[in-house]
Nanobody, 125 residues
Framework: QAQFVESGGRSVQVGGAPRLSCAVSGGSFSLVAIGWYRQAPGKQREFVAGISGGFSGGRTDYAEPVKGRLTISRDNTKRTVYLQMNSLKPEDTAVYYC????????????????WGQGTQVTVSS
């Protein structure tokens, strides 16, 4: 079973551009779609971005609020997924997690777990 370790989160001002990293151990990394999720205080965890694996590796999917501002990528040799964040807004403040991406009825199904510790991104105006 895959395990996830997120890093790179920090406090930035509006417009900041941190890059998050997700190191994945276990499982068949290169074959699996991996994505980023986030959870803001008092809100449910939500899908942010995903990138496919296997023969279709590299196809990306983004939640509408982050399209054009966040970019997901993967390095299969390092078993790592990245999230380049640009033009951040205060509403992007959240703990960011990575995990597998699976679709159910055309929508991303939020995994039940296991989850890593996440990495905090705080955007101040």
């Amino acid at each position: 079973q895959a395990q996830f370790v997120e890093s790179g989160g920090r406090s930035v001002q509006v417009g900041g551009a941190p890059r998050l990293s997700c190191a994945v151990s276990g499982g068949s990394f290169s074959l699996v779609a991996i994505g980023w999720y986030r959870q803001a205080p008092g809100k449910q965890r939500e899908f942010v971005a995903g990138i496919s694996g296997g023969f279709s590796g590299g196809r990306t999917d983004y939640a509408e609020p982050v399209k054009g501002r966040l970019t997901i990528s993967r390095d299969n040799t390092k078993r790592t997924v990245y999230l380049q964040m640009n033009s951040l807004k205060p509403e992007d403040t959240a703990v960011y997690y990575c995990n597998v991406v699976r679709y159910l009825s055309g929508k991303v199904s939020i995994p039940n777990g296991p989850w890593g510790q996440g990495t905090q991104v705080t955007v101040s105006s």
